[in-house]
């Protein structure tokens, strides 16, 4: 199972040219099954991808009692791979100070500008996000549903001011591969530590599509070809090559 995510993580590279000779790359580990995956499908594709690359693993710890981060220390040192935890106040800023009731734009905006500082400081040319398939079509209809507009996340995004490109290489993987492969290596995934789990426009629309596809089974495969097809911006796969 994970060799199959591992090869569909190379098709995405290759074809969207996520990895440069020489990149040094910032996994966001977040604890979740998706980062854990995706830093052990990045782990054994640099073993022999042909253009050489470094990883290291990065962890925002949003500042919460529970979020322990021994066993993805643990992981990281028994995979020989550099790990790096930053003690944020994150969940203070969120729940405390500013009392946010739709938390999870800010949380996530927090957590992306502290990963891309510490990235920055080592030396990264690149961050890895773990995003898959699903959350590609989840964020398509959410931006359809909640914004009005036709928009999803971008395979690599440039980072302008800070000269570092963010990468997706799981945006070919569905969520249930991940969910299996983490349960088949015995992942150590972080429980989660959220108050909003469970709660948010993100669960409502994954929810959606599950009773959508009683009736459509292909639905989500065909919303992804959908936004390959697309003039979202890039997801053109020859603009990239």
Same mark, same amino acid.
């Given at each position: 199972?994970?060799?199959?995510?591992?090869?569909?993580?190379?098709?995405?590279?290759?074809?969207? !040219?996520?990895?440069?000779?020489?990149?040094?790359?910032?996994?966001?580990?977040?604890?979740?099954?998706? *980062?854990?995956?995706?830093?052990?499908?990045?782990?054994?594709?640099?073993?022999?991808?042909?253009?050489?690359?470094?990883?290291?693993?990065?962890?925002?710890?949003?500042?919460?009692?529970?979020?322990?981060?021994?066993?993805?220390?643990?992981?990281?040192?028994? &995979?020989?791979?550099?790990?790096?935890?930053?003690?944020?106040?994150?969940?203070?800023?969120?729940?405390?100070?500013?009392?946010?009731?739709?938390?999870?734009?800010?949380?996530?905006?927090?957590?992306?500008?502290?990963? !891309?500082?510490?990235?920055?400081?080592?030396?990264?040319?690149?961050?890895?996000?773990?995003?898959? &398939?699903?959350?590609?079509?989840?964020?398509?209809?959410?931006?359809?549903? &909640?914004?009005?507009?036709?928009?999803?996340?971008?395979?690599?995004?440039?980072?302008?001011? *800070?000269?570092?490109?963010?990468?997706?290489?799981?945006?070919?993987?569905?969520?249930?591969?991940?969910?299996?492969?983490?349960?088949?290596?015995?992942?150590?995934?972080?429980?989660? *530590?959220?108050?909003?789990?469970?709660?948010?426009?993100?669960?409502?629309?994954?929810? &959606?599509?599950?009773?959508?596809?009683?009736?459509?089974?292909?639905?989500?495969? !065909?919303?992804?070809?959908?936004?390959?097809?697309?003039?979202?911006?890039?997801?053109?796969?020859?603009? !990239?090559?």
């Amino acid at each position: 199972m994970l060799q199959r995510i591992i090869g569909q993580a190379r098709r995405a590279i290759d074809d969207f !040219n996520m990895i440069d000779e020489g990149d040094k790359i910032a996994v966001g580990l977040s604890g979740g099954k998706d *980062s854990i995956t995706l830093l052990h499908a990045l782990y054994y594709l640099k073993k022999f991808y042909p253009k050489k690359f470094d990883i290291i693993a990065i962890t925002i710890h949003p500042g919460t009692e529970k979020f322990k981060t021994d066993k993805l220390e643990t992981m990281c040192d028994e &995979l020989g791979i550099e790990y790096i935890v930053y003690n944020s106040n994150i969940a203070e800023v969120v729940f405390e100070i500013r009392k946010e009731k739709s938390p999870c734009s800010l949380c996530a905006n927090m957590r992306r500008g502290m990963l !891309n500082s510490i990235a920055i400081e080592n030396g990264c040319s690149k961050i890895a996000l773990g995003h898959n &398939l699903d959350d590609v079509v989840e964020t398509f209809l959410m931006s359809i549903f &909640l914004n009005g507009n036709i928009h999803t996340f971008s395979p690599v995004t440039y980072l302008s001011r *800070s000269n570092v490109k963010t990468i997706r290489p799981l945006i070919y993987v569905e969520e249930k591969q991940i969910r299996a492969v983490a349960k088949q290596k015995d992942f150590p995934v972080v429980d989660k *530590s959220c108050p909003m789990d469970g709660y948010t426009k993100r669960e409502y629309t994954k929810e &959606l599509l599950i009773k959508l596809r009683k009736d459509i089974p292909k639905i989500k495969s !065909n919303i992804f070809g959908a936004i390959k097809r697309s003039d979202i911006k890039g997801w053109n796969i020859d603009n !990239n090559q």
